[in-house]
């Protein structure tokens, strides 16, 4: 790899662990703030609407400038919307200021890899990105988790005292924000050094317009490819399932396992760690050319989540996760690789990625209302996990139906 590829990994480490820690502690303030069940989800809705409301923007905003000038410019509106807390903002709306720098972010992280690097190791860098990614997840839920419930961390940063300085910072949640605020600096420090690719676009409209109908185009013709409209369907299909996901374990760790918040966290990372070892793996052992050789693993996984209905004691529960979040990082990194190189060779890159993320982040909104409407429904646990597994079984099945039908235009395609 290009040594330009290991500052954009660092620069992606620390901003995705202060997400991860602000999301667990937004889910603390909620719980001070006794707010209903169903309100947890908002969080991440809130998040992922800039995702959708911005998709026809920011990929011309990314292709604007160089990508690491976009990388610091949107790291700061998140440390700008982490900030906002300390000023009484809402939660849920602090977190969705945060979302607004994340969606126009996103373009810039992925969409450097393509100028970067040749197509042949977009697989690989995708899995060490992935890898990086989930193993900033495991950390940042740890991180969160520590920062917003247990009272030993609390008490150690709240002993602090600066002399001469006197400081509003008297809560355990302000104490975690000042962390979080650290770690979302230090990224941005990465995102200084991030070198120009020099790669340059035709100069973007600046006309909402021209923009809406300009980002309507490129996902047509990538959900009209072949092999576009599969990758995306699956990563579509992942990013939903994976936040609804993320919900579940923390309400399964509660109520099925007995842990606290900070325990239950740690299911997210137990989760994070498998998929970080199956994007490892598929970075080694998959190519571009058999990425669609991984499919049937996707309808494999929605079967073994299933099996979380019948564990109830955490030392089940971690082998259990491991397994699942292994299957969807050997399937979901090679199917993000081939998007990234399709949406590269149809469109330019900010452009494709939004599209992307369009997509993605539409599904999380849905299944997120969905998940909070069985909330507000009080539809019990198992049954929750039962539909969520056999609707990732069944999609996956359609989705491969499909790749059936259109398999010698695929591998035709695939002769890079």
């Known amino acids: 790899m290009k040594k330009g590829f290991y500052t954009i990994m660092a620069a992606q480490f620390f901003s995705s662990l202060a997400d991860n820690a602000l999301f667990i502690a937004c889910v603390g303030f909620l719980t001070l703030l006794k707010a209903p069940e169903w309100m947890t989800p908002m969080l991440k809705w809130s998040f992922v609407l800039s995702y959708v409301l911005l998709g026809a923007f920011v990929g011309a905003f990314a292709d604007s400038f160089p990508k690491g000038k976009v990388m610091f410019m949107t790291n700061l509106i998140k440390i700008g919307g982490c900030a906002t807390i300390f000023f009484q903002l809402h939660p849920v709306l602090a977190y969705g200021i945060v979302g607004l720098g994340a969606a126009a972010y996103s373009p810039a992280k992925y969409g450097i890899l393509t100028e970067l690097l040749p197509p042949e190791q977009l697989v690989a860098a995708n899995g060490w990105i992935e890898g990086l990614t989930i193993s900033s997840t495991i950390f940042g839920v740890v991180l969160g988790g520590a920062l917003s419930a247990n009272a030993a961390v609390s008490s150690f940063l709240l002993s602090f005292d600066f002399p001469f300085i006197t400081t509003s910072i008297d809560t355990p949640g302000e104490a975690a924000l000042c962390v979080i605020v650290g770690v979302y600096c230090l990224a941005a420090l990465f995102n200084l050094g991030i070198a120009d690719t020099e790669v340059r676009y035709a100069k973007q409209s600046t006309r909402a317009g021209q923009l809406i109908a300009d980002f309507w185009r490129c996902s047509g013709v990538l959900w009209r490819d072949k092999l576009g409209q599969l990758s995306l369907a699956v990563t579509t299909l992942f990013w939903g399932a994976g936040t609804a996901l ?12 007995g842990l606290g918040l900070d325990k239950a966290a740690l299911l997210q990372g137990v989760f994070a760690f498998g ?17 669609l050789s991984v499919l049937w693993l996707g309808m494999l996984m929605g079967g073994v989540v299933m099996l979380m209905t019948v564990v109830h004691t955490a030392w089940m529960a971690a082998p259990l996760l491991i397994v699942i979040g292994g299957l969807a990082g050997f399937f979901v990194v090679p199917m993000n690789a081939l998007l990234q190189h399709r949406g590269y060779k149809l469109m330019s890159a900010g452009h494709s990625v939004a599209v992307q993320n369009f997509n993605e982040n539409l599904s999380i909104l849905a299944v997120m209302a969905l998940y909070a409407m069985m909330l507000r429904m009080n539809i019990g646990l198992n049954t929750t996990i039962l539909i969520f597994g056999g609707f990732v079984a069944a999609s996956m099945g359609l989705i491969m139906l499909r790749h059936a039908a259109t398999k010698p235009a695929c591998n035709r395609e695939l002769n890079l």
């Open 246 to 257: 993320q919900y579940i374990l923390l309400r399964w760790g509660q109520e099925t396992l």
């Open 275 to 291: 998929v970080a070892g199956g994007a490892v793996l598929a970075a080694r052992y998959v190519t571009l050319r058999r990425s």
